[in-house]
C-alpha cells in the first residue's frame, strides 16, 4: 500500500516505474525480559500482520511463526513556552516469534567502560586552566562575566 501518486501512463512517453513502498520496519530493544525467540519492531501504522511477516521473510530471509502487533498511544505534552497541549504520533509495535531452535540477542551497542584518566594530565589541565582564567581576569570584574 502507497500513498504516492504515479504519472499515468501516456502512449508515445515510456517511463520508468519504480514502485517505492512507505513500509518500513525498525528494530527496538524491548523494554522488558522476553523469550529469546521474539523478536520487538517499530514499523509504519498502515503494515498489517501478514505485510510485517511477507516484509520479514522475503527481505530479509527471516523465518516467521506468528506476528502480533499493538498500537502505543502517543504522549501528551505541554508545551512550556506557549502553554498548548502537542499529542506525539500513535506507534504500532510488532512482536515477530520465531522458530524455537532460533535465538535473537539485542546487540550491545554502548559498553560499559571506565576508562582510567592519566592523573597527571589531569592535574597539567587544571592548572593551565587556571593560568587561562588568571591571565584574562579583569580587575572588579567576576569570572563568569567574561566568559
Not at 500500500?1 to 524491548?30: C, D
Not at 530479509?60 to 498511544?73: C, E, K, P, S
Not at 587556571?130 to 580587575?139: C, F, G, R, T
Amino acid at each position: 500500500m502507497s500513498t504516492r501518486f504515479y504519472p499515468l501512463y501516456q502512449r508515445g512517453n515510456p517511463q520508468l516505474r519504480i514502485f517505492l513502498p512507505n513500509f518500513w520496519i525498525k528494530l527496538i530493544a524491548p523494554e522488558e525480559k522476553q523469550l529469546p525467540n521474539i523478536v520487538q519492531f517499530h514499523c509504519s501504522m498502515q503494515m498489517t500482520k501478514h505485510d510485517i511477516k511477507n516484509y520479514l521473510e522475503k527481505i530479509y530471509n527471516v523465518n516467521v511463526i506468528h506476528v502480533r502487533t499493538r498500537i502505543v498511544m502517543g504522549e501528551f505534552i505541554k508545551d512550556k513556552l506557549q502553554g498548548s497541549i502537542i499529542k506525539e504520533d500513535d506507534r504500532k509495535i510488532a512482536y515477530v516469534i520465531l522458530p524455537k531452535d532460533q535465538s535473537f540477542v539485542f546487540p550491545s551497542l554502548f559498553k560499559d567502560v571506565k576508562e582510567e584518566i592519566d592523573k597527571d594530565t589531569l592535574k597539567s589541565a587544571k592548572k593551565e586552566m587556571q593560568s587561562y582564567i588568571e591571565s584574562n581576569k579583569a580587575p572588579g570584574v567576576p569570572t563568569w562575566f567574561k566568559f
